[in-house]
Every structure is written in C-alpha cells, then in structure tokens.
C-alpha cells in the first residue's frame, strides 16, 4: 500500500440489494393618553462587574470479533470530545422643562391598567391588569430596543439585519435600524401604520415633545498586515475613518406619515448616549489615544432642528451614561483611563455656548489610583461615585464650585456598589455586591450623606445563599424602589436548586433599618416590577408574575402568572396535517403542556404534565399517537436518572378532537448521559446528567428516541435485559420497546455487539452500523458492518462489511446511502 498522509471524505452511494440482502375580541377601551408611565426611568448600566470577572474589570481499542473476510475498509474517525425608579435621574440643568418634556426609553410601559411590553421573542404584547390577560400580540421583526406612547400611537425601535452575504468565505453582515409606528386606538387589534428606516445599527433614543431623537452607529474597523510597505505619517486616516454615527429627528406630530426634520453624523462610534431637554452627548471613544470625544448636539428647536457643535474630549474611557450630566449650564463627566495605570478624572466643562465649550477643570482623584470606577451619580451639586480594587471607597464630591471640585468624604467598606440611587434628605439607596467570605452577594446598602464629609453607612443587606447575582448588574431598571419597598432580582442558589427570585425589602426610614421581608421564585430574570392597585407585577421574558404582601408583609406568589412568550419545544402534525401538538416547556414550574390546535392555531385541547426533569424528544409513532420521552432526575441523596415514555392519542368525542393520554412508564433503561457539574462563569449551577453525544466523523446520524414498527424506541443501558440480540459481546448498552397497547409491556433488548457506531430509523426499517479496528496498519484502518434489527420479535441479521456508515435508505428503489472516509496518497492520487 503507498504512504498515506491525508483524511479525505467522501459520500458512497451504493445500491446494496444484491449485497445485502436477505434482510427482509371586543375592542378595548383607550386609555387616558396623559396617563403613561415608564416603568423605571434609568437605562443599561455596565457599572457592576458580572459573575466571572475579576476586580480589575467591570466588572487502546479493542479487538472485533467479527469474522468475515473484510472487503471494504475505512480510514478510523476518533471521538474529539473532552471525557435591566426610584427618583427620575438628574439629567436636566434645573431649567423649566414643562413645555419639552423628555422621556426615557425602556421596552415596557404602563399606560393607565394596561402594560406594554417590546418582548423579544413576541414583539408587541398589550396586557390588561384588570382582567389580568394579554389583549393582543403585534410581531414585530428585529430586535427590540425602545418602546414610546404618544397620544393612541406606539413608537417601535428595533435594530435589524438588512442582508448577510457571504464573500471569500467571509460573512459580510449589514445591519439597520427602524422606527415604527403602531396605531393602539383599539388595544386589542394593535396595527402598524408607518415606519422609518434609519442608517446604522440601533444605540439609544430620547422623545423630547413631539420630537424621536434616535441615535445610531455603524462600526467598522480594518485590520492593517505586518507590511514593509512605507504609511505615509501624513495620513488622516484614523481606526474611526470610517465608524460613524447618526442623530436622526423625526416628527411624530402626523404618526402615519412621520417625517424625518434632520440628520446629522460625525466619525465614531457612539455607544454612551446623555440627554435633557435640550441637549444630547453622545461619547465615542478614540482607541488609538484611549480617550474620549463628547459631541454636543443641541436640540433645542422644538420643531426637530439640529445643531452640532465640536466635540470635548476626556481622558480614558466612559463605562455608561450615569458617568455624564448636564447641570447649570455645566457637564459634569467622570471617566476611568485604561490599565496599565489606571485612574479616575472628574472634568467639568463650561456648555453655556455650546459653540464655544470651555474645559473649567479636570481632577485626579489621588485615592482611586489603580481602582476601577463602578457606581457613579450626580444629584445637583454633588457627586457620588464607588472605586474598587480589594475595598469599597465611596466618594462624595463636592461640585459646587466646577473649577475646583472639591473631595468632602470618603466612606471604605467592604465589596462595591454598582448603582446608586439618591433620594430625598441626601439618602442613597445603592446595589452592589457583597465580596466578604470568599463569596459574592446581592447587597443593598443606604448610605446617609447628609454630612458630606462623614458619610455613613446605616444598613445593608445581603441577598441569597452563598453566590448570588443579579440582572440588574446589567439593567438598572431591574432595580426598582417604590415607596418605602426596595425590589431586587437575583440569582443563586435556594433549596439545592439554582433559581431566579425577587426580593423584597423594607425600607424603614424611621428605624434606620433595611429588612429583607423574603423573596419569591419567578420563571425566568425580572426585567421590571411595578405595582397596580395592592399588587405587584414582576415581569420577565416569558411572564408577568402577580405577587401580593401578605399581613405579615411578606411576598408571595397570587398564582397568576400571564404568559409573554412560552418556550414550545416540539411541535407535531396529525391527522394527515389537520392538527398540529404543541409541547410548551415550563422547566421553572417542572410542567409540559400539550397542546392539541388546529390549522387556525385554536387551542382545542391540552393536558399539563408534571415532571422533575427535562424534555427529550417526541416522536410521530401513527397518524393519531404521539411519543413524548422526558428524561427524569431525583435530586439528594439519591441523584437518578431515567426516561419516561409517555404515549398520547388524538381521539374524536363529540364530533371534537381531544387529547387521551394512552400510557405513561418509567423505562427501565439508564439513559446514555454522563453525570457531572455545569459550570457558569466558575460557579455549579446542579449536578444532574447531561447528554452523552457520540460522534462519529462529519454529522452522521445517531437516533436515541424513534418509532419503527408502530412502537416507540429508546437506547439507554441496563444492568440486564429481556432479549440480546448478537452475539459478540456482552451488551454495554440496548433498547427499549414501548408498544402503543398500554396492556403490552415495555420489553428491553440487550445489543451484543463490541464497537457500536450508529443505530437509526429510516423507512420504517432499524439498522444497525458496527465497526472492526484493523491492526497492523499504518495510518490504522477499521472496517463497518451493517446489520438490520426486526422487532417481532426482536432480532438482527449477520452483520455485513460495508463501505461507511448507514445514514439513510431509498426503500422503493433499493439505495442504500453510507457516509465513507478514506485517506489519500499524494504522492500518487
């Protein structure tokens, strides 16, 4: 045989037959349009570290026993595995702003007792919290950003993929953005009515008046080769030649046809968006210098005009829009410069002629050398930011004079502050993390700063057991206050299960206490929790979840749980496509909901089932029974795992469709999973099986779960079994039968044979590939063998060698397809 240096892969297609064998709504009432609240007002924060940072960022082969002459042989294939308040946000410079008034962006608005919600799964979602129901569901496609109610109009902001090409093998993605207007006259039948392209991909917006002011991006970066060739030093290219950035306003006076006024772009990216009334910053940041350009944009016209001044720049970076405010006439930025000598500067501009913006001081803060910044909050002439390196100093600055910023205080404890809330009587209400104990928590502390210079610390609370986490890290508006109630989401552990809660906590202000009242388990991370009537309402992806304070003030769930967007994992034709089964996941409430529908998507029928494990698979077995296969688990002490075949059948009643649960049986197989910890972000979330995927080459097919013969099939291991077929070994894995007939029972069948590769359903017929490892080779070579597995009774035919493996069949024409891998000789192709 000539030297063989490469892998090559090829299909055969082979037709086998003289080979082989042998082998035989009411329209709703519209709500007052002066009524609309944003759920929170704040925006996205990067000011936390996330789970899995550190401080320093923000944060051999056995014999076959085979024994027919070998014909066809294959090169071996190796297995690769390794075995989103409070008090509104400061952001105006004290000015009168009743004529203009600017609101905040957010996805989710209460309007009166309905909620808006921009889900990302479901667009547009209206829910009425007096009959605690969804009213309508608007798609919309892309994904969404900001959500806005003006007058009986909705406004939409999404971002979009305009097209993807795919260019030397390159894809080449062309991102977009849009507004869309959405007429909610009547609530339960929402329509589109207009919409306007914007340039770039989405960043943030502002509605001031009557007036979206949408800020856009478009980034883009070239990679320059190690070249001898000569750069001229006069160049004016620059790593932002060519990001650039938009500032679109558009008059939403006429909300069918709404006009864009002006659009102005400038280089950059701008990612950190600050806006009052009149004004807009938009932060882009040079990484060639590591600093920081501000542009000003005045908005100032109410009829949508814009006015683009030179930008200021900052030295180092800016984390999020909590690090800039606009307050009597002056900016306030604070801003962190990159490592290796990392510091914080307070730098204060003069913007009373934004033509002519003045720099009135800059200020190292000595103490926060080598510290990253996280919390940061300006309140009228002061303000309060958090550094962190192995201690927590919060700052309290004096800004009164902005030529000479003046440090009042500095208050060290431990862990760090993520966000900061003032309030009223120089309260600050922040959320943070708590890194005491070689563990991190959720905390929530009240810091008094009434005295400037001493400031205190007068409770805190940690949350949860051991490591927690919270969503609101990322998303301020997570973190809600509302009256004398603080409202925190959080992940981690409870009971031995990782679960999402919410938790409630009292602020008593004449006590001088923080206590926590409890939390309760949600189905998915908060994303927002308001109240309406005596009832709060945590809404996360896929629910709004009514929680009620009992007389003890503690939180517990009502039971009503509206659903957003449910996870439906399977859906299955019948009836010769007449009907469809949805199978609806809810791994929080350990439920399956089948779902019995027709071709108008009517609900007709469904039953709930409970289970404390997950969904597998679910099989057609005849036009009207369906095969659902869970794979259980038990948690301490005893950690078992096993599947659970469930069988359904669509039966006529009343001249009505209706679904019949036939049988449902533990299968006395051990699923094919390996048991170990899931890691996130270092941290073990459960230890629970999880799926053991063989591999073979390049994707060839490998059924666990099928139907053949009118039964359902499922491979798994078992100490024994009720039937071997084969003879070659004693079986290491097998079977089992659940016949349709629940007087039938499940029959278990041991596969004797040593190398196992494939097993898969194809025409109704089970085959079975085997391999044999050659020695004495070099590079090795291994041979298939196919074989094909009858079920009454159970039995197989002797295997025969074969060029590949199985991986599907042409019954009527006799064409047996085998997925092959040779090696080949370059020296003599």
Same mark, same amino acid.
């Given at each position: 045989?000539?030297?063989?240096?490469?892998?090559?892969?090829?299909?055969?297609?082979?037709?086998?037959?003289?080979?082989?064998?042998?082998?035989?709504?009411?329209?709703?009432?519209?709500?007052?349009?002066?009524?609309?609240?944003?759920?929170?007002?704040?925006?996205?924060?990067?000011?936390?570290?996330?789970?899995?940072?550190?401080?320093?960022?923000?944060?051999?082969?056995?014999?076959?026993?085979?024994?027919?002459?070998?014909?066809?042989?294959?090169?071996?294939?190796?297995?690769?595995?390794?075995?989103?308040?409070?008090?509104?946000?400061? $952001?105006?410079?004290?000015?009168?702003?009743?004529?203009?008034?600017?609101?905040?962006?957010?996805?989710?608005?209460?309007?009166?007792?309905?909620?808006?919600?921009?889900?990302?799964?479901?667009?547009?979602?209206?829910?009425?919290?007096?009959?605690?129901?969804?009213?309508?569901?608007?798609?919309?496609?892309?994904?969404?950003?900001?959500?806005?109610?003006?007058?009986?109009?909705?406004?939409?902001?999404?971002?979009?993929?305009?097209?993807?090409?795919?260019?030397?093998?390159?894809?080449?993605?062309?991102?977009?953005?849009?507004?869309?207007?959405?007429?909610?006259?009547?609530?339960?039948?929402?329509?589109?009515?207009?919409?306007?392209?914007?340039?770039?991909?989405?960043?943030?917006?502002?509605?001031?008046?009557?007036?979206?002011?949408?800020?856009?991006?478009?980034?883009?970066?070239?990679?320059?080769?190690?070249?001898?060739?000569?750069?001229?030093?006069?160049?004016?290219?620059?790593?932002?030649?060519?990001?650039?950035?938009?500032?679109?306003?558009?008059?939403?006076?006429?909300?069918?046809?709404?006009?864009?006024?002006?659009?102005?772009?400038?280089?950059?990216?701008? $990612?950190?968006?600050?806006?009052?009334?009149?004004?807009?910053?938009?932060?882009?940041?040079?990484?060639?210098?590591?600093?920081?350009?501000?542009?000003?944009?005045?908005?100032?016209?109410?009829?949508?005009?814009?006015?683009?001044?030179?930008?200021?720049?900052?030295?180092?970076?800016?984390?999020?829009?909590?690090?800039?405010?606009?307050?009597?006439?002056?900016?306030?930025?604070?801003?962190?410069?990159?490592?290796?000598?990392?510091?914080?500067?307070?730098?204060?501009?003069?913007?009373?002629?934004?033509?002519?913006?003045?720099?009135?001081?800059?200020?190292?803060?000595?103490?926060?050398?080598?510290?990253?910044?996280?919390?940061?909050?300006?309140?009228?002439?002061?303000?309060?930011?958090?550094?962190?390196?192995?201690?927590?100093?919060?700052?309290?600055?004096?800004?009164?004079?902005?030529?000479?910023?003046?440090?009042?205080?500095?208050?060290?404890?431990?862990?760090?502050?993520?966000?900061?809330?003032?309030?009223?009587?120089?309260?600050?209400?922040?959320?943070?993390?708590?890194?005491?104990?070689?563990?991190?928590?959720?905390?929530?502390?009240?810091?008094?700063?009434?005295?400037?210079?001493?400031?205190?610390?007068?409770?805190?609370?940690?949350?949860?057991?051991?490591?927690?986490?919270?969503?609101?890290?990322?998303?301020?508006?997570?973190?809600?206050?509302?009256?004398?109630?603080?409202?925190?989401?959080?992940?981690?552990?409870?009971?031995?299960?990782?679960?999402?809660?919410?938790?409630?906590?009292?602020?008593?202000?004449?006590?001088?206490?923080?206590?926590?009242?409890?939390?309760?388990?949600?189905?998915?991370?908060?994303?927002?929790?308001?109240?309406?009537?005596?009832?709060?309402?945590?809404?996360?992806?896929?629910?709004?979840?009514?929680?009620?304070?009992?007389?003890?003030?503690?939180?517990?769930?009502?039971?009503?749980?509206?659903?957003?967007?449910?996870?439906?994992?399977?859906?299955?034709?019948?009836?010769?496509?007449?009907?469809?089964?949805?199978?609806?996941?809810?791994?929080?409430?350990?439920?399956? $909901?089948?779902?019995?529908?027709?071709?108008?998507?009517?609900?007709?029928?469904?039953?709930?089932?409970?289970?404390?494990?997950?969904?597998?698979?679910?099989?057609?077995?005849?036009?009207?029974?369906?095969?659902?296969?869970?794979?259980?688990?038990?948690?301490?002490?005893?950690?078992?795992?096993?599947?659970?075949?469930?069988?359904?059948?669509?039966?006529?009643?009343?001249?009505?469709?209706?679904?019949?649960?036939?049988?449902?049986?533990?299968?006395?197989?051990?699923?094919?999973?390996?048991?170990?910890?899931?890691?996130?972000?270092?941290?073990?979330?459960?230890?629970?099986?999880?799926?053991?995927?063989?591999?073979?080459?390049?994707?060839?097919?490998?059924?666990?779960?099928?139907?053949?013969?009118?039964?359902?099939?499922?491979?798994?291991?078992?100490?024994?079994?009720?039937?071997?077929?084969?003879?070659?070994?004693?079986?290491?894995?097998?079977?089992?039968?659940?016949?349709?007939?629940?007087?039938?029972?499940?029959?278990?069948?041991?596969?004797?044979?040593?190398?196992?590769?494939?097993?898969?359903?194809?025409?109704?017929?089970?085959?079975?590939?085997?391999?044999?490892?050659?020695?004495?080779?070099?590079?090795?070579?291994?041979?298939?063998?196919?074989?094909?597995?009858?079920?009454?009774?159970?039995?197989?035919?002797?295997?025969?060698?074969?060029?590949?493996?199985?991986?599907?069949?042409?019954?009527?024409?006799?064409?047996?397809?085998?997925?092959?891998?040779?090696?080949?000789?370059?020296?003599?192709?």
């Amino acid at each position: 045989m000539a030297f063989i240096t490469k892998i090559y892969n090829i299909i055969l297609i082979l037709v086998l037959a003289v080979i082989l064998f042998s082998f035989s709504c009411i329209p709703q009432q519209n709500p007052d349009p002066n009524n609309i609240e944003g759920v929170q007002e704040g925006e996205t924060s990067t000011e936390g570290p996330q789970e899995g940072q550190t401080e320093g960022e923000i944060e051999g082969q056995t014999e076959g026993t085979i024994e027919e002459a070998t014909t066809f042989t294959s090169a071996v294939t190796y297995d690769p595995r390794n075995v989103d308040y409070g008090v509104p946000e400061t $952001t105006t410079d004290g000015e009168d702003t009743s004529e203009r008034e600017l609101i905040e962006p957010d996805v989710i608005r209460k309007w009166d007792n309905y909620l808006l919600v921009l889900n990302q799964f479901r667009g547009l979602t209206i829910v009425d919290l007096t009959d605690k129901m969804v009213l309508s569901n608007l798609p919309i496609h892309g994904y969404p950003r900001d959500l806005y109610i003006k007058d009986s109009y909705a406004v939409v902001l999404i971002g979009y993929t305009i097209s993807h090409t795919i260019e030397d093998d390159v894809i080449i993605k062309t991102t977009g953005a849009k507004a869309i207007i959405v007429d909610i006259t009547n609530l339960s039948e929402p329509k589109i009515i207009s919409s306007i392209s914007l340039p770039g991909d989405f960043i943030d917006s502002r509605v001031v008046g009557n007036i979206l002011y949408a800020v856009t991006s478009d980034y883009y970066y070239e990679y320059v080769s190690n070249s001898e060739e000569p750069v001229s030093s006069d160049s004016t290219w620059s790593t932002q030649s060519g990001s650039q950035c938009w500032i679109t306003s558009i008059d939403l006076n006429n909300p069918s046809s709404p006009e864009v006024v002006e659009r102005v772009n400038f280089p950059g990216y701008g $990612t950190i968006i600050q806006a009052t009334n009149h004004s807009i910053y938009v932060c882009t940041s040079e990484w060639y210098s590591g600093n920081t350009l501000i542009t000003y944009i005045d908005i100032s016209n109410p009829y949508g005009e814009i006015i683009q001044y030179p930008a200021v720049e900052v030295p180092g970076y800016i984390a999020d829009k909590f690090k800039l405010d606009e307050w009597q006439n002056y900016l306030r930025v604070v801003s962190n410069t990159w490592w290796e000598n990392r510091n914080t500067f307070i730098t204060v501009f003069d913007v009373s002629n934004p033509a002519d913006i003045t720099l009135c001081s800059q200020t190292l803060l000595p103490e926060a050398q080598g510290e990253t910044l996280y919390a940061t909050r300006f309140a009228e002439s002061y303000l309060y930011l958090v550094t962190y390196l192995t201690i927590d100093p919060l700052f309290v600055v004096d800004l009164s004079n902005p030529y000479k910023p003046e440090v009042k205080g500095v208050l060290h404890v431990p862990g760090w502050s993520v966000h900061i809330e003032p309030a009223e009587n120089h309260q600050l209400i922040a959320l943070g993390v708590d890194d005491q104990n070689n563990q991190r928590r959720v905390k929530v502390s009240w810091f008094d700063v009434s005295d400037p210079s001493n400031p205190t610390e007068v409770s805190t609370v940690s949350i949860g057991e051991g490591w927690t986490w919270s969503s609101a890290y990322s998303d301020v508006k997570a973190f809600t206050i509302l009256d004398d109630y603080i409202i925190v989401p959080f992940t981690g552990w409870s009971e031995n299960y990782y679960r999402e809660q919410l938790q409630f906590i009292k602020w008593q202000y004449e006590d001088r206490e923080l206590l926590p009242l409890g939390a309760v388990n949600l189905n998915g991370q908060a994303l927002r929790t308001i109240k309406h009537t005596d009832y709060f309402y945590s809404i996360t992806t896929q629910y709004i979840h009514e929680i009620v304070l009992n007389s003890n003030e503690q939180p517990i769930l009502t039971g009503v749980d509206i659903p957003l967007a449910e996870y439906v994992t399977d859906v299955i034709e019948i009836n010769n496509a007449n009907n469809l089964v949805e199978i609806v996941s809810d791994t929080e409430k350990g439920m399956f $909901t089948l779902r019995l529908k027709n071709t108008q998507n009517e609900i007709l029928d469904f039953i709930d089932i409970k289970t404390n494990g997950y969904f597998s698979d679910a099989v057609k077995i005849t036009e009207d029974i369906i095969g659902i296969v869970l794979n259980e688990c038990c948690g301490e002490p005893y950690y078992e795992s096993y599947y659970r075949a469930i069988l359904v059948k669509i039966n006529e009643i009343d001249s009505s469709p209706k679904i019949e649960l036939i049988r449902d049986d533990k299968v006395p197989l051990t699923p094919l999973y390996y048991w170990g910890y899931l890691l996130y972000d270092f941290y073990p979330i459960r230890f629970r099986p999880y799926p053991y995927y063989w591999y073979y080459g390049d994707n060839v097919p490998n059924e666990f779960i099928f139907s053949a013969y009118n039964k359902l099939i499922i491979r798994g291991r078992a100490d024994t079994y009720n039937i071997t077929i084969g003879d070659e070994a004693t079986p290491s894995e097998g079977f089992a039968i659940i016949d349709i007939s629940p007087e039938q029972d499940i029959t278990t069948v041991g596969l004797g044979f040593s190398n196992i590769v494939n097993m898969i359903e194809s025409s109704g017929r089970i085959f079975l590939t085997t391999q044999k490892y050659l020695d004495s080779t070099n590079p090795p070579l291994t041979s298939y063998y196919l074989s094909e597995i009858s079920l009454n009774p159970p039995k197989v035919t002797d295997p025969i060698n074969v060029p590949g493996i199985i991986t599907s069949i042409n019954q009527s024409k006799g064409i047996y397809f085998l997925k092959d891998w040779q090696y080949i000789n370059y020296e003599n192709p």
